[in-house]
């Protein structure tokens, strides 16, 4: 496996999209292009179609070997689906040198132990995330390396997939002519590209609006607490103006993204749609204020889950940094204004953040500044973590993941 290249591929309902970066000798991650490509064969999160699926990453595939055939080899691949789990686990080892200072075999040991969960047999982990580690008690250590005590603890919180998803999102790529790394959340892949760390010490939320599916993540004193998907998406929003102007899929994607407004306050009943022009079968013309009506009742659904969610935690409207949106929902124009009428906390847009990377040109800078490719770049950024020598909360899990692949694919 070459480790000269990075590639983030975001595998989406309706697009496929790639951020390929090259690692350089000194350290440096240069972002060298971005790709997006129409999606077929994926449902909410799940391969429905194997060979649609293939053929849409061929398509992408064959973009990115012009760049280098070593670029596929090392792929950061997004997983997502509402039958994500996460629940919370600990480990306990006694330190094993006689002047009881903890090594970094103890911390292995220790993050190994709280791995040891019963799952069943369909199901796998993804991601092991140490919360804190403890010392003889004392808690609230991020890296315990170096420190005296007797007894080593780990909090962790661990997320598994159901492995067939798994086994058939991984088969597609490697048929497709790609080698996958790692499996990323979605949502904390957005979170990697789009969050500070002050905003993930105050307490935030980060929520994905993709085309099939809403995910969600939440920090607090840089720590992932929480994560939740639900299968309703930008693409339900699609479906709901087809029926409500009796048009065509491919008619109400356009109005939605041409006239669509996440609000209705303040737009006039007076201004039409020549749905005509759209939709040559259409014998009306809607109002757009009718448009925003269809739009605004389903994101006001899509927030009321996320509300929800974070009442489920104790933590609806006491996010001092409040929300980030990202992903292709996030770009309907009035977004923020209902969000935070909706969930009463500050909102914002999540745009990647480029300015430490090195970015081989303008034009792509500006295509990265959409909060549609936030998982791309921050399954590419995580992928750099994964390879640095300090990998943070995720050293460690290049073993577990090389077994989980050993175990699913021939």
Request: with cysteine; charged share 20%.
């Amino acid at each position: 496996m070459s480790h000269n290249y990075v590639t983030g591929l975001d595998i989406g309902s309706s697009s496929v999209k790639a951020v390929v970066a090259e690692l350089k000798k000194s350290g440096q991650l240069t972002l060298l292009r971005a790709f997006k490509s129409p999606s077929a064969g994926m449902r909410r999160g799940s391969v429905e179609d194997l060979a649609e699926m293939t053929r849409s990453l061929n398509v992408i595939f064959t973009e990115i070997r012009k760049i280098s055939k070593e670029a596929l080899k090392n792929i950061f691949l997004n997983i997502g689906g509402p039958d994500i789990h996460i629940q919370s686990s600990k480990g306990i080892v006694a330190v094993s040198r006689a002047d009881y200072e903890v090594y970094q075999d103890d911390i292995e040991r220790v993050v190994q132990a709280s791995q040891a969960i019963n799952l069943p047999p369909n199901r796998i982990v993804i991601h092991s995330l140490v919360k804190e580690y403890l010392v003889d008690g004392v808690g609230d250590i991020q890296d315990p390396l170096g420190m005296i005590g007797n007894r080593l603890e780990v909090n962790s919180l661990i997320i598994d997939a159901f492995a067939p998803r798994v086994k058939n999102l991984t088969k597609c790529l490697e048929m497709a002519g790609g080698t996958v790394n790692s499996l990323i959340l979605s949502p904390l892949a957005s979170a990697r590209s789009v969050l500070t760390r002050n905003q993930k010490e105050l307490g935030v939320a980060v929520v994905d609006i993709g085309f099939g599916t809403t995910s969600l993540c939440v920090f607090e004193e840089n720590k992932l607490i929480h994560t939740a998907i639900v299968p309703v998406g930008s693409g339900n929003i699609t479906n709901d103006l087809a029926i409500g102007l009796k048009t065509s899929i491919e008619a109400a994607e356009t109005i939605k993204l041409s006239f669509g407004s996440a609000m209705s306050k303040g737009i006039s009943v007076r201004e039409t749609i020549d749905l005509r022009k759209i939709d040559a079968n259409a014998k009306t013309n809607p109002t757009k204020k009718f448009v925003a009506d269809i739009i605004e009742s389903r994101l006001a659904e899509i927030f009321e889950f996320v509300n929800n969610e974070l009442k489920a935690i104790g933590k609806a409207g006491h996010l001092p940094a409040g929300t980030v949106l990202v992903g292709g929902g996030a770009k309907l124009p009035g977004i923020v204004d209902l969000a935070i009428q909706e969930l009463r906390l500050p909102a914002q847009i999540g745009i990647p953040e480029t300015a430490s990377l090195e970015v081989v040109s303008g034009e792509l800078n500006l295509q990265l500044e959409d909060p549609e490719f936030s998982c791309a770049v921050g399954l590419t950024l995580w992928g750099n973590d994964r390879m640095s020598p300090k990998g943070g909360q995720i050293a460690g899990m290049n073993n577990l993941w090389k077994k989980i692949l050993d175990h699913l694919l021939p």
